[in-house]
């Protein structure tokens, strides 16, 4: 595959890069108006949000200082913000952190295999499910982390065993939470590799990938771990009835890295014989149902 430089390169080889002059003036007139336009533009923008601005802290202070009216002046803000996209002004923004353990696990259907011990595969696997739920929740104005470490990898790199994913991944979760204070909650998402007939649903026509919340009896913070997995198995079961396969607890001695963070779970989306469109379907239902628990947590 040829780099962008390359290519680049290749392009100032094979064709003419001299303009004509009629091009050149044409072009630079066209530009000279664009720019104009832009400028008038921006200064009818600016003097109209320092006008707003202006308006809102006058009557912020007034609400908050007479009527005690802080929700009322903070939904007022968002109002005004480019796209009404709310925000939130009095609480640290909620962050979530996206990982894969196993980050090689795959799907049959999506690279031709009919062997579950060959479901694993370099690109297309369980990290894009990942980086769907992280597309999903950013797209909800939730701040989102995706990790993208190759685990596999690095356990090869070191002479690791598989077993030894979780001492890896463990080291990737405490690194972005130290350096990411404003994280909230952690997901580490795998695929099950039960049969197909347990890991999937019909809902209304389509197909979904079902999910397992899972957790660790070896957890130090076992008890807030399972109330975060009973609150989004509920609010699941609410939205998406049967979608979800319920909560799972090991007793294995591995705590999966839970005990780091109060509100994390292992999340197994879908299985082995799951279709990746069916596993976007899902995590588009969890990033709404995720949604709903931070809203909860913030009222």
């Known amino acids: 595959m040829h780099t962008d430089k390359e290519i680049i390169e290749f392009i100032k080889e094979g064709y003419s890069l001299k303009p004509s002059e009629q091009f050149v003036l044409s072009t630079e007139y066209k530009l000279k108006q664009k720019a104009r336009g832009i400028s008038r533009s921006m200064m009818v923008k600016r003097a109209s949000f320092a006008f707003s601005g202006l308006v809102l802290c006058i009557f912020a202070i007034s609400w908050l200082f007479v009527f005690n009216g802080k929700e009322t002046v903070i939904n007022t803000i968002n109002s005004f913000k480019e796209g009404n996209i709310p925000i939130l002004i009095d609480k640290e923004e909620t962050s979530i952190f996206i990982y894969q353990t196993h980050n090689l696990e795959s799907f049959m259907p999506e ?174 239902a969890l990033a709404d149902v995720i949604k709903e628990v931070i809203d909860l947590e913030i009222k």
Do not use: C
Request: no cysteine; proline share 1%; glycine share 6%.
């Open 111 to 284: 690279i031709n295999t009919e062997e579950l011990r060959e479901a694993f595969h370099f690109t297309k696997n369980i990290s894009l499910v990942g980086e769907r739920l992280s597309k999903e929740l950013k797209e909800r104005n939730i701040g989102t982390i995706h990790d993208e470490s190759n685990i596999s990898g690095i356990l090869k790199e070191r002479g690791l065993f598989s077993e030894e994913s979780y001492i890896v991944s463990r080291e990737v979760l405490k690194d972005v939470l130290g350096n990411n204070k404003n994280i909230k909650m952690a997901f580490d998402i795998h695929r099950d590799s039960a049969k197909r007939s347990f890991t999937t649903l019909n809902l209304k026509g389509e197909y979904y990938a079902r999910i397992a919340f899972i957790l660790s009896d070896s957890s130090s913070n076992f008890r807030e771990n399972q109330k975060f997995a009973e609150l989004l198995h509920k609010k699941m079961e609410d939205k998406y009835p049967g979608l979800s396969r319920g909560i799972i607890v090991k007793n294995t001695g591995n705590t999966y890295n839970l005990d780091v963070l109060e509100k994390s779970v292992l999340l197994e989306v879908g299985g082995v014989e799951n279709k990746l469109e069916e596993e976007y379907r899902t995590v588009e």
